[in-house]
């Protein structure tokens, strides 16, 4: 839609304001870095001292997983699809609970005894250091969330791009350069600081939008009479088929603990007050965006009916219903979801390379000084080839996307689930069931084997496969070692003889 050129500047005005907001936060965070002792500087810069408290852990969890797709996606099929859409989308309001209820307490314990500074450190030691689980994880790392990233730094430049009519590249620009200062350079200080202001701008963006949007539809009864005679199945939540809906279900509710960015939060926290606390305070915030953007992604048919780009929903329904200025924290709000979790997807690959690829398999014997150069050098390249990839995206990135989460999911669901409560499970079983999950996942997005889907999404049937081979061929081969055992599942890490 049209916007005059001078409510545009006034948008752009509030999202630098934003932004420099941002820039604040990661000048301070490298400062902070730079007094940080030489031996501690890799643990501090990926744990953050494992001192936070549970705002922080919640929000990280929250944003970090919630992304661009609830405020832009999401929406977006709720405008398209909708109510069946929102129905399956309110699995993910148990995101929080998922990751630090189901293995959160496990994964802080055990992180300590091993000095776990990374997602694969507690996959890899878990399975006895096994060279093949860890170049798994460092190269799925890489590409699939290499690609992710990628993706949500073109959609926010496009965003960018549609609602203040600048370049795609300035807003290509402003959001890289911000992601660089307070990620790079802060590491999971930085992160975690600026997480806090993105998730409150986030959480206002979307009340104020709320609001204005129902002062404008209010009696709500014509407005859904509208919708309804464009299209019934728009106001119906079971126009799926049952299989279906629970297959989404999974893939938005219960394998978030198969995302590593998700479980990233799970080795900062400062103690299990705080965790639990996390899980009740992450649910509010997680609640509320999706009910709120969902159903006004639906609700925006009744102001808009013929919008040609469903994901546009909520940036349109913002510049119908409110002030240019508020229309920028809106812009400032999705924002703050792309970013949040691109600042824990790039620490999450930057842990992979530096602990489990240079440490394990380059330079095993690398002093601290060393440590912390790879660490910056390997965060700012991460950043770089993002940024490069981004400026000219590759026509197949989307389908990429669509593996990556699936792929990463069926990776790594049970190989960690049943390695943080299953004894007998070892490094074969780890490696066929991360194999065996990818590998259906594939077969079965990739329309080559289609028939195994059973009507739901693939993830369901790769889950399935991967948790199947991790069990059989861990009990048709040795058992894990005592030490691994006893760090796992007795009270300590016992002593190397």
């Known amino acids: 839609m049209e916007v005059p050129a001078q409510l545009r500047m006034i948008i752009f ?41 549970a705002l922080v852990v919640a929000i990280m969890i929250a944003a970090g997983l919630c992304s661009a797709g609830t405020f832009l996606g999401g929406p977006g099929l709720g405008y398209a699809v909708g109510l069946a859409w929102a129905l399956a989308a309110f699995s993910q309001n148990f995101m929080n609970f998922c990751v630090l209820g189901e293995v959160g307490k496990k994964i802080g314990i055990v992180a300590r005894r091993i000095k776990a500074q ?104 014509p407005a859904i009479r509208r919708i309804g005679q464009l299209d019934p199945k728009l106001i119906s939540p079971w126009t799926w088929k049952p299989e279906y ?17 998700g479980v990233l939060p799970a080795l900062t926290y400062k103690n299990t007050k705080a965790m639990r606390s996390a899980i009740v305070l992450g649910t509010v915030f997680v609640v509320l965006w999706t009910l709120m953007l969902i159903w006004m992604g ?6 808009i009916p013929n919008l040609k780009v469903p994901d546009h929903a909520i940036p349109s329904l913002a510049m119908t219903v409110l002030p240019p200025w508020l229309t920028g924290v809106v812009l400032a709000g999705v924002a703050g979801a792309i970013q949040s979790t691109v600042g ?48 000219n995206p590759p026509k197949a990135l989307e389908w990429v996307i669509v593996f990556a989460i699936g ?24 490696v ?22 059973f009507g739901m999404d693939p993830i369901v049937t ?28 007795g009270k300590g890490v016992p002593e190397e003889r």
């Open 432 to 453: 066929a069931g991360m194999v065996g999950g990818l590998v259906t996942y594939m077969l079965i997005k990739g329309k080559i084997l289609p028939a195994l889907a």
């Open 407 to 430: 792929g990463l999911a069926s990776s790594y669901f049970f190989p960690m689930l049943l390695g943080l409560y299953w004894w007998r499970a070892n490094e074969y079983g780890a």
């Open 118 to 221: 990374s997602y694969l450190d507690i996959l890899v030691y878990r399975y006895e250091r096994n060279p093949v689980v860890a170049l798994l994880g460092v190269l799925s790392m890489v590409v699939f969330m290499g690609a992710y990233v990628t993706s949500q730094f073109v959609g926010g430049a496009r965003l960018f791009e549609s609602m203040t009519g600048f370049p795609y590249w300035l807003g290509l620009v402003l959001f890289s350069v911000v992601v660089l200062i307070y990620a790079a350079f802060g590491g999971m200080k930085g992160v975690s600081l600026a997480v806090i202001v993105q998730g409150l701008v986030m959480t206002i963006a979307v009340l104020v939008l709320f609001f204005a949007a129902m002062g404008r539809l209010m009696p709500l009864e």
């Open 298 to 303: 639906n609700l925006t048919r009744a102001l």
């Open 13 to 53: 005005g509030t999202f630098l304001l934003y932004t420099a907001v941002l820039l604040g936060i990661g000048v301070y965070s490298q400062r902070s870095m730079q007094k940080v002792a030489l031996a501690d500087y890799v643990d501090e810069f990926y744990t953050a001292g494992r001192g936070m408290g």
């Open 344 to 391: 824990a997807m790039i620490l999450v690959i930057s842990a992979a390379i530096v602990r489990d690829a240079y440490l394990a398999f380059i330079n095993p014997k690398a002093t601290a000084r060393q440590l912390k150069s790879v660490t910056q050098i390997t965060t700012v390249a991460i950043c770089a080839v993002v940024f490069l990839a981004a400026l």
């Open 462 to 489: 790769s889950l399935a496969v991967s948790g199947l081979l991790v069990v059989v061929v861990s009990l048709l081969t040795p058992q894990p070692s005592k030490r691994v055992v006893l760090t796992y599942f």
């Open 245 to 261: 809906e629970f297959s989404m279900w999974v893939v938005f509710g219960l394998v978030t603990l198969g995302l590593p960015h």
